[in-house]
Each structure stands twice: as C-alpha cells, then as structure tokens.
C-alpha cells in the first residue's frame, strides 16, 4: 500500500470498462468516508460459524459501496445510465476488489476507539453526547479491524454518452449499434423531442426530527449536520 496508488493485481483491476477504474488512494478514501453503509462479503471455512471465521486473523474479505450521483438520460433507452462512485476493497491476498485481512480487537481501549470511530463517522460530535456504551454492550458487540492489501474505485462521471459512443468502438454487437448511435445524434427530429442530460442526486439532511421523549431543543452538533454534511 506504499505510495498514492494502489498496484493493479488481478484481485482488484477493473475489467468491465476499465477506462472508469481508478486506483488512487485519495479517490478511494473519499468514496469510503461519504458512504455510510458497505456491503461486506466473508471469505472462510464453509463449515465454520462466520464469526468464528472472521475471528481468526488473516480471514479474507471484500467490502463494496456505491454512491449513486445522477440518472442520465440519453436519446436512446439502451443509452441511459448512472453517474456513479463505487469502491471495492481487497482485504487479505486471496480475496478481490476491497481486499485485505481481518484483524480482532480485543483490547478495551481499542473496542473503546472503535466503538468512538463508528459513532463519530455517522454524526461528528454525537459521542460526547450521548451515554457511551455498558458493559453489557460491549460485551454483545463484536469488532473486527480491516486492513487493506489493495483496492480500486470504478466512477462514471458527466453527461449522456450518446455523441460519444457514436464514435467509439464496441465490442459487442459493434457494427449494429454504431449505426444505431449514429443515426440518433442525427436524427434532428429524435433530438428536438428528446430531452438528454444529467439529474443529478444528493443526500442531504434534513429538518431534525425530536423524538416523542426528547424534552431539549437540538444541540449544535446535530443542527450543524444539513449544513455540514455532503455539501449542504
């Protein structure tokens, strides 16, 4: 993981359009802290309870999100897409896209930072102010560190590409769909009727709603969260 780039190995390059693969450390990372929920896959003994498996260090496994920026419509239907920032990481050798290795904590101080880390990165300032957790949930809640051995983003990004494919080669059904690109940006009539371009998408927070048994107005750290987080 030295450097600003992870290395293209076979577990995380990019196959499918590989022109949208990016490797960069950096991207990545950003795409990590935005997203609040990855989907993570176990790679372990099939005769074993999972957290068993995963309680062994060096247990593989491949986390992945995606953060959905925009629907692009095109002129075409076979044309409209997404914009779009996904992420896998690889953790530990035999593993792919986000890969690396699973790490247990076991030490309070470190289950104490974890159990902080969580809490802070869904609303910054939230720990100090709420009740930290008892013995008897930290107890009932296990945690596993991850460390990355490689990963890679895949990002689509801009407008409808049907200008664009009209011009680019396709493997797959190549001379027929050329044409049919072609003849679409061409087509003064289909152009002049069909409205393309990019609607884009964002969380954004909204309006803090108290809970039936809340008796205290929002406090700065949660009032602050529409107008900090995701470019609100």
């Not at 959905?68 to 419509?73: F, I, K, R, S, Y």
């Not at 009740?131 to 990355?148: D, F, H």
């Not at 954004?204 to 205290?216: A, L, R």
Request: hydrophobic share 35%; charged share 20%; with cysteine.
């Amino acid at each position: 993981m030295e450097g600003n780039k992870f290395e293209k190995t076979t577990l995380n390059t990019v196959r499918r359009r590989p022109d949208r693969g990016i490797y960069d450390k950096e991207t990545i990372a950003s795409i990590i802290q935005e997203a609040k929920v990855m989907h993570v896959a176990f790679i372990g003994y099939p005769t074993a309870r999972i957290m068993n498996n995963l309680s062994d260090p060096g247990t593989p496994i491949v986390a992945t999100a995606t953060l959905v920026d925009g629907l692009v419509l095109a002129l075409s239907a076979f044309s409209h897409s997404m914009n779009y920032r996904s992420y896998a990481l690889c953790l530990v050798l035999p593993s792919a896209v986000v890969h690396g290795v699973v790490l247990p904590i076991t030490s309070e101080e470190e289950k104490n930072d974890a159990f902080q880390k969580v809490v802070e990165g869904i609303a910054p300032g939230r720990w100090e102010n709420s009740r930290q957790p008892n013995e008897e949930e930290r107890q009932g809640t296990g945690i596993l560190r991850i460390k990355v051995e490689t990963a890679s983003a895949k990002v689509r990004t801009g407008p409808a590409k049907d200008s664009e494919k009209a011009s680019t080669p396709i493997r797959y059904l190549k001379v027929c769909l050329n044409r049919n690109f072609l003849q679409d940006v061409a087509d003064k009539e289909l152009i002049s009727n069909t409205w393309t371009g990019v609607i884009p998408l964002r969380t954004i927070p909204g309006v803090p709603e108290p809970s039936s048994y809340c008796t205290i107005p929002a406090p700065p750290h949660v009032s602050a969260l529409a107008a900090t987080r995701h470019g609100a």
